[in-house]
């Protein structure tokens, strides 16, 4: 999905019936009673050649209390936080009410794309109400029939340019992975590149994530020095990635703050559903993964998850853990989180592990430590003839299976790309080679090369191994005498 779109206005002006027809079903209770959406509903649009994500939200109520309505206003505005474009309808054939002038005011102050629509737009009844719209000053109206299905073109060219906008900034701060290499480059360990310095127009992207109430927005607040983020006791707090750019030791970094990732069996509500996914899509976003930890209870099933995850899209992984100034036995307590890291954790053995204490900011500076190198691991080469000295020593000390008899030969071995590193063997007959002994020679790597915490690659490519004259036809023997009687002569 490249964009999402919420649908806000005052209840009953038709935003259930146009998200009805934008994910072509009807997903949403449509009826003339006004407060029959309560809830957030996310769905899957399509409009012409646009896939986006389209929310329908509850009515928008002139109240603040902790009322139905109030909580059900919170949860809009919530909603209007996160999307990426505002569609804000009015009732055209009511007008414009004081409502909806309040909350077009709202709009102005904290979405950056809104577009007006005025709904109920076909006949003449609707040209006063349209007209009064101008007055909102969010621009020109567009007239729409939710129900009708009228006004859909306008509503295409008003999202067309801004999804080009949004594909193209999402293009600008994706980072780039899976870097092919030549393999015929010739280059050894002094001349090879070192990893792309991080600048302003390319920072260094750290995505933050754990458990709700873990830290997360406390310990990027004292990174960044000031309270920009909202904290406090009660758990959920952030609800949707946001991107900060900081310089963080002379570094340039884009943080991303995400929301809370609980076991999926007990997020429920829809909110938070939008929020575990935008957490997830920043750390596809990111080059760096901190995994946050809370020290009183690392390691949960879904810390793994979280971390298995980050391994999974190839990311570079730092492990803090957080509140360690109220920790005690601080020495016992740091080797029994490395023993359980080694043990929960083997496909990342080695990765940084950094007691930190968000509310004191002690431990900061080896955090910046820690991700400066896996960020430098993540981006290591190795030249071709260390790689093969490296690979003869390995058969020397523990040779592959030959099942069924056949042996394997494993020929040379090339790195093809990086970020993260990725390495190529080429062998006879791969298919047969178990995962155990690519487990092995990829344990091997990280420990020699030292490329631990780093998620590697090593794929095993298949060589002929046959006779290159097999197959070829034999001159005949009278010819053979002939040809070999006429070179005596």
Not at 36 to 61: H, K, M, N, Y
Not at 65 to 86: F, H, K, P, Q, W
Not at 172 to 179: A, E, L, N, W, Y
Request: charged share 30%.
């Amino acid at each position: 999905m490249s964009f999402t779109l919420a649908i806000v206005g005052r209840p009953n002006v038709g935003k259930s019936t146009l998200f009805n027809r934008l994910v072509g079903k009807k997903l949403a209770l449509v009826d003339d009673q006004p407060g029959v959406t309560r809830d957030l509903r996310e769905g899957e649009a399509r409009l012409g050649d646009l896939r986006f994500t389209v929310i329908d939200t509850a009515g928008l109520e002139g109240v603040t209390d902790n009322s139905l309505e109030g909580r059900m206003r919170r949860l809009t505005e919530r909603a209007v936080d996160m999307a990426d474009i505002c569609l804000f309808m009015i009732d055209a054939r009511t007008g414009v009410t004081p409502v909806d002038e309040m909350f077009a005011e709202i709009l102005r102050r904290k979405s950056a794309h809104v577009i007006l629509a005025a709904n109920k737009a076909e006949g003449n009844a609707a040209e006063a109400g349209v007209l009064e719209a101008y007055g909102l000053g969010l621009g020109e109206p567009l007239r729409l029939s939710g129900e009708h299905g009228e006004g859909m073109t306008d509503l295409y060219s008003e999202l067309v340019p801004l999804a080009d906008q949004f594909e193209a900034d999402a293009v600008d701060h994706s980072p780039v992975v899976d870097v092919e290499l030549d393999e015929d480059e010739d280059w050894d360990a002094d001349t090879a590149p070192p990893a792309p310095v991080p600048t302003r127009e390319k920072p260094l992207q750290v995505a933050v994530v754990g458990r709700p109430n873990a830290g997360k927005s406390t310990l990027i607040n004292k990174i960044l020095g000031e309270d920009r983020l909202l904290t406090g006791p009660e758990a959920g707090i952030t609800r949707d990635a946001i991107s900060l750019q900081i310089d963080w030791a002379c570094t340039p970094m884009r943080i991303f703050d995400t929301a809370g990732m609980r076991k999926k069996a007990k997020v429920q509500e829809k909110l938070e559903k939008l929020s575990v996914s935008d957490g997830l899509r920043a750390v596809k976003f990111a080059e760096v993964v901190v995994i946050l930890l809370d020290a009183e209870i690392p390691f949960e099933q879904q810390d793994l998850r979280i971390a298995d995850l980050a391994e999974r899209e190839g990311r570079a992984v730092v492990v803090a853990v957080n509140k360690w100034d109220i920790e005690d036995n601080k020495q016992e307590k740091l080797s029994a989180l490395k023993e359980s890291f080694t043990r929960l954790l083997p496909q990342l053995r080695g990765a940084p592990l950094v007691p930190v204490s968000a509310k004191t900011g002690k431990g900061l500076d080896r955090l910046h430590a820690a991700v400066m190198r896996a960020y430098d691991v993540w981006n290591r080469r190795v030249p071709t003839a260390a790689l093969n000295r490296w690979l003869t020593g390995m058969l020397e000390q523990h040779p592959p299976p030959a099942p069924q008899g056949k042996r394997i030969k494993l020929r040379y071995m090339t790195q093809a790309k990086t970020r993260p590193p990725g390495f190529v063997v080429m062998c006879s007959h791969p298919d047969k080679i178990p995962a155990s002994y690519t487990r092995h020679l990829v344990n091997g790597l990280r420990q020699d090369f030292d490329m631990q915490g780093s998620p590697s690659r090593l794929t095993m490519r298949g060589q002929s191994d046959k006779n290159p004259f097999k197959g070829r036809k034999k001159a005949p023997p009278s010819k053979l005498r002939k040809h070999l009687s006429g070179r005596r002569d």
